[in-house]
């Protein structure tokens, strides 16, 4: 959903059917992340699907520092978490975790990932 005022707010197709459970603003542009999906917006309203490299839960993106940082989880028994990162919201680089990532924040120069 969209809105110019956190009051009214309008409805946005995002073109897939998958659960979204992120969404960060950076570099003029929306990034959105959730199962096996990260799709880009200037505007909020018009999105377009990118690929990464992994499959899974992607559950949390953030924006800081030039450069968007997505965290997940695989869905398989056992699995590690995922790092991505791009400065773009386009052309993604995958970094290992040795556990599942839900979220993150940046500060005092830098990110910290929790799961």
């Known amino acids: 959903m969209t809105s110019t005022d956190g009051v009214t707010w309008t409805g946005q197709k995002s073109g897939t059917a998958n659960n979204l459970y992120g969404i960060a603003y950076g570099g ?33 993106v953030i ?18 978490g995922f790092i991505l990162t791009s400065p773009d919201g386009v052309t993604w680089t995958s970094h290992a975790s040795t556990s599942n990532l839900y979220g993150g924040a940046f500060g005092v120069g830098m990110f910290v990932l929790v799961g």
């Open 28 to 60: 003029g542009q929306f990034v959105a992340v959730g199962v096996n999906t990260i799709l880009t917006s200037p505007d909020g309203v018009t999105w377009t699907a990118r690929s990464s490299a992994t499959s899974g839960d992607l559950d949390g």
């Open 63 to 80: 924006y800081a520092n030039g450069q968007f940082v997505i965290v997940g989880n695989t869905i398989a028994i056992n699995s590690t």
